[in-house]
């Protein structure tokens, strides 16, 4: 199916969400927002004007109430493969007790090992359904069908079933609450090893032959891997644009520096996301939390990679993937 043919089906199916009213229930009390007073210490807007989404510069009861109205579904898709899926419980508890609370969530978890999928209570209106995968005994070639993986479940699946979708990672808890501030056409979150570096330090794919080549001196900023959401047809053409990246390095015998992580960092870089969510979004707990960041609310866990993965290199353990 190409892309337009998916977006037909897209409108067909689903309401355009870029109409909907932003409608407040009556009676709704909330903070006074101020339009001289915010947060100074950090950027809260790209210089493409999309917001960066921190702790102070919105209001959770306030926005929650406008998108709880428009009857939302959220799919969250998860890859559990191999000894990964010892995270899962952990995952899934912590984002019953912060993630998108009072919204409906449909789980989709891709994993070699469906029964090993933990009994976690859901609450009303959240559901979980297992994606039977392969296991491999290369994490990267892991990382490296992730994209299909998002492209195939959008538009076998989601087109009828969802609203909005998040790909996470599955070795992170939730640690405070995750709602509606979150949502936009196109979502990606600051990797928390760089958000205050230099673009020349940033891990880009240096290399010309790739497909994820991004030249000295371009770059905004750099995203991690972990956190990607939007829209279904953004999210679509975002997996779809990667993985037909990602065959063409495949077909060169290259790999990205950073597998698929690369290539969205290349894909953001010329199709702006709408919205960027800061690190309190995408932590590790590798760092130390800093003065600007006011609240962790996802975290990637520090975990043994040598016990996990079937082939870790020092150069992953030590940067904390």
């Known amino acids: 199916m190409s892309i337009d043919q998916f977006s037909m089906n897209v409108k067909e199916n689903i309401r355009d969400k870029g109409k909907r009213d ?3 229930p009556k009676g709704l009390l909330y903070k006074q927002p101020l339009v001289l007073v915010g947060r100074t210490d950090v950027a809260t807007v790209t210089p493409w004007l999309a917001p960066i989404v921190w702790e102070g510069t919105f209001e959770p009861t306030l926005i929650d109430a406008i998108y709880k109205q428009q009857n939302l579904t959220i799919a969250t898709t998860v890859f559990a493969v191999g000894k990964y899926v010892r995270f ?39 559901t979980l359904t297992p994606i039977k995968i392969p296991g491999s005994n290369r994490w990267q070639e892991i990382t490296l069908r992730r994209m299909e993986r998002l492209q195939e479940i959008i538009q076998s699946h989601l087109i009828f079933e969802a609203d909005y979708i998040f790909s996470l990672d599955v070795d992170s808890k939730f640690h405070g609450p995750w709602g509606a ?54 999210v679509y053409r975002l997996a779809k644009t990667c993985k037909e990246q990602l065959d063409i390095d495949a077909s060169k015998s290259i790999e990205a520096a950073w597998q698929e992580e690369s290539h969205l960092n290349k894909y953001f870089l010329y199709n702006k ?7 309190e979004y995408l932590w590790q707990n590798v760092h130390s939390k800093p003065e600007e ?29």
């Open 88 to 126: 899962l419980k952990d995952f899934l508890e912590t984002a019953e007790k912060h993630y998108f609370l009072g919204f409906r969530v449909h789980y989709y978890i891709f994993t070699d090992q469906p029964e090993a999928i933990p009994a976690v209570t859901l609450a009303p209106n959240r």
């Open 181 to 234: 501030e979150s949502l936009g056409q196109l979502v990606g979150a600051l990797h928390p090893g760089y958000f205050k570096a230099n673009r020349q330090r940033f891990p880009y794919e240096r290399r010309p032959q790739s497909q994820a080549y991004i030249p000295a001196g371009e770059g905004d900023y750099y995203y991690g891997g972990a956190v990607i959401g939007g829209y279904l047809e953004d």
């Open 22 to 24: 932003l409608l407040v």
């Open 273 to 279: 996301p709408t919205k960027v969510l800061s690190p």
């Open 293 to 321: 960041v006011k609240i962790i609310r996802f975290t990637q866990v520090i975990k043994n990679n040598a016990a996990v993965r079937p082939n870790p290199i020092k150069s992953q353990i030590a940067k904390g993937y």
